[in-house]
């Protein structure tokens, strides 16, 4: 609450990585519990808008770069959550005169937020990346339950990831999902080779399996030389071409997913499927899949987490994660799998 008055119009300035705005669903879905009657508008730049949209949480989503003579409710009962860190968020925020704006203090933003939080008081906690968002939330509404992020996929991206899987004669196949790409840089990214023999063991020792690569413009590079090193008609790719809702929808339809820590990890979560997530360079504690039904796997080495976009040296906190390792807990956690519902 705003100084006592209930919240009738809750803005969101979002944030701009997939994998952030997946996170941030978690903080929704509780205030949307708690507050039903509650409309949630998120602010969201063109890379985050498709997931915000296919969240049961929000009201409406508006794309920032069609918003600059809107007016917005600017009642007692109006507040708006910045959820990015950065100072443009924050002079953004107050440039589209979002009412009541409260952020975490930082980049010498506070001028442009109306209330603030310390960001080194939550940093030193090392708490996952979801309890950001949850803190800034309660800090205008009160206490809020902690939820895990969800996506409602429409009817027809359902229809159109089926006509997908009809179109590659897979549709009657028991699918896993592979994501071998990371935006963020290499360092995060199993090794190509490693993604190779995994898929081809997979395809020797579990009958009636077909693997789906999916891949954004940027790495679709990998999952070509994934493809054509494997060379099997069972294994179909994206090959970058799919929009993001399309992605999502046809992941949806997978059966169990193996990920680095990447948007699609994410994503995968969300959509409460079973899995694998590879870690390396990050931190699974702060940035992990928020779902009990993803197994996290890396390999300790002391120079890790150290969270650089490239490793300087030998890769060790992936290469030392090998197939071996990875091939026997899949195995494992595709048994008795159902297939997903629509």
């Known amino acids: 609450m705003v100084d006592s008055v209930p919240i009738s119009d809750l803005y969101i300035y979002g944030v701009n990585w997939i994998g952030d705005a997946i996170v941030s669903l978690a903080t929704l879905e509780g205030v949307r519990e708690t507050f039903p009657d509650t409309r949630i508008t998120v602010i969201s730049s063109s890379r ?10 929000i009201s409406s989503v508006l794309s920032r770069a069609n918003i600059e003579n809107k007016q917005f409710r ?32 930082s980049e010498c933003r506070s001028l442009f937020l ?15 990346q979801a309890s950001y968002y949850r803190e800034l939330a309660e800090s205008v509404l009160g206490p809020i339950p902690q939820r895990n992020p969800r996506l409602r996929i429409p009817e027809a991206l359902i229809e159109g990831a089926r006509q997908f899987l009809k179109n590659n004669r897979i549709d009657s196949a028991l699918r896993i999902a592979i994501n071998p790409g990371a935006f963020f840089g290499s360092a995060k990214m199993w090794p190509t080779r490693y993604y190779q023999s995994l898929i081809q063991r997979i395809l020797k020792e579990i009958p009636d399996v077909s693997v789906i690569l999916f891949s954004g413009e940027k790495d679709k590079s990998v999952t070509r030389e994934i493809s054509e090193a494997v060379n099997s008609p069972r294994v179909v790719s994206t090959d970058g071409q799919l929009p993001l809702k399309e992605s999502i929808a046809l992941l949806s339809q997978c059966h169990y997913l193996v990920s680095n820590d990447s948007g699609m990890m ?26 009990d039904r993803t197994r996290i796997l890396s390999h300790p080495v002391s120079c890790s987490p150290c969270l650089l976009r490239e490793c300087p040296i030998d890769h060790r906190c992936m290469e030392l994660l090998t197939p071996e390792t990875v091939f026997p807990i899949l195995r494992e956690g595709i048994l008795g799998i159902k297939t997903p519902s629509s």
């Open 114 to 128: 109306d209330r603030t939080l310390d960001y080194k008081v939550w940093k030193d906690r090392h708490l996952h």
């Open 74 to 105: 600017r009642a007692s009962g109006a507040a708006t959550l910045c959820f990015p860190l950065s100072f443009r968020s924050a002079f953004d925020a107050w440039r589209l005169k979002l009412p009541h704006r409260v952020g975490y203090a």
């Open 48 to 57: 985050t808008l498709d997931v915000y949209s296919l969240s049961p949480s």
């Open 266 to 291: 994410h994503i995968g979560a969300a959509l409460s499927m079973k899995g694998i997530a590879l870690f390396g360079p990050t931190d699974s504690v702060a940035t992990g899949p928020m779902s």
